[in-house]
């Protein structure tokens, strides 16, 4: 069985000029010990669909159709102080802004002991090896327990927010760019003892992140996202090398190749469509350099082909109405 399983699901913000989709329709699985990294232009709903799944959005989102299971567990359905049990003992969230994640009134000291205390039974001196234990994973000096906020770097934020992620070893951590706010060295060698930690523990990695190296590196599977749909998904070597869906492959084509000869950035052409009145067809077919007729009347399905999925009337066909 898979640890979390995401099905079918749909989430809007309420917004004056009506509903924004923002998320439509997102199915995936992801299997204990897995790293699936998901990657798409700002504004594509990764922060939206990470927030729905660890049931943390608040107006003027919700969920408006679909399911998310923990562990068999379906989240969607569990009262808030149920859901606090599993937060940070079965799964964490590491946000996009580790700011306004962490308390800025309580020492990061002081924010580990209330994790602790309100999920295990340790004594003062196991939550104290415990707390200086997991900050050193993230190569956080203890004296920095009785910071503040304030007082550490954004680096420093985002690296205390890895470790209290990992507090409590959940089996499935989740991250939001959780990186960003660092310089290339530290990124690199923070994924690297995120990788080690992963090998020794065995938890799954939901991340979300713009840097391609990061995905190549260390994801096991990639789902690409546009508009609020999962466009292409499958193994992260597959999806790297041979795209298929025409946006992956502008994705791809966005970032320097990594081992062949360096590649003019390209990007591409266009905005995403609007989110509360979104075109008929494909997401993507007004910037499609490749669409046909059928990309604009009908909506592709995300079709799954030898364990990778593609939604592309290109690569599978469908019948003209
Ligand atoms: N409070 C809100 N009200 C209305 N629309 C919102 C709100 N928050 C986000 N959105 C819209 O939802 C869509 C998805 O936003 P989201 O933050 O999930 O994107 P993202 O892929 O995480 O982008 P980024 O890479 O910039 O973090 C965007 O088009 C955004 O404009
Ligand atoms: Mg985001």
Redo the contacts with the bound molecule.
């Keep these: 069985m898979s640890l979390l399983s995401v099905s079918d699901l749909y989430v809007e913000?309420e917004?004056a000029a009506g509903p924004?989709r923002?998320v439509s329709g997102v199915s995936l699985e992801l299997e204990p010990g897995e790293f699936l990294a998901i990657v798409?232009e700002?504004?594509?709903?990764?922060?939206?669909l990470l927030f729905a799944i660890a049931q943390l959005l608040t107006y003027?989102?919700r969920v408006v159709g679909g399911s998310v299971h923990f562990d068999g567990v379906d989240l969607t359905s569990l009262r808030p102080e149920e859901l606090r049990q599993h937060r940070w003992r079965d799964f964490s969230v590491v946000m996009?802004s580790a700011m306004n994640a962490l308390n800025p009134t309580l020492s990061i000291g002081a924010q580990l002991v209330d994790v602790c205390r309100a999920h295990t039974d340790w004594d003062e001196r196991r939550i104290a090896e415990r707390s200086a234990e997991v900050l050193a994973m993230v190569s956080i000096d203890a004296a920095h327990l009785k910071s503040y906020p304030f007082q550490l770097s954004g680096g420093m934020r985002q690296r205390a927010m890895i470790a209290m992620a990992l507090l409590l070893e959940p089996r499935l951590v989740i991250m939001d760019e959780p990186t960003s706010a660092l310089d290339v060295v530290a990124q690199r060698s923070l994924m690297r003892q995120i990788q080690a930690l992963r090998e020794r523990l065995g938890f799954s990695v939901l991340f979300?992140t713009?840097d391609m190296s990061v995905v190549s590196h260390f994801s096991d599977r990639l789902a690409v996202m546009y508009a609020g749909e999962v466009v292409e998904l499958g193994a992260t070597r597959q999806v790297f090398d041979r795209p298929q869906h025409p946006y992956s492959h502008g994705l791809m084509d966005a970032f320097p190749s990594l081992l062949g000869a360096p590649k003019p950035l390209t990007g591409i052409a266009g905005n995403p469509p609007s989110?509360v009145d979104p075109p008929a067809g494909c997401q993507f077919a007004p910037r499609c350099a490749q669409a046909m007729d059928v990309c604009t009347l009908v909506r592709p399905e995300l079709v799954q082909e030898d364990g990778r999925a593609v939604r592309c009337h290109l690569i599978h066909p469908v019948d003209r109405p």
């Design positions: 913000y917004t924004a923002a798409g700002s504004g594509c709903g990764k922060s939206t003027p989102a996009q979300v713009h989110l």
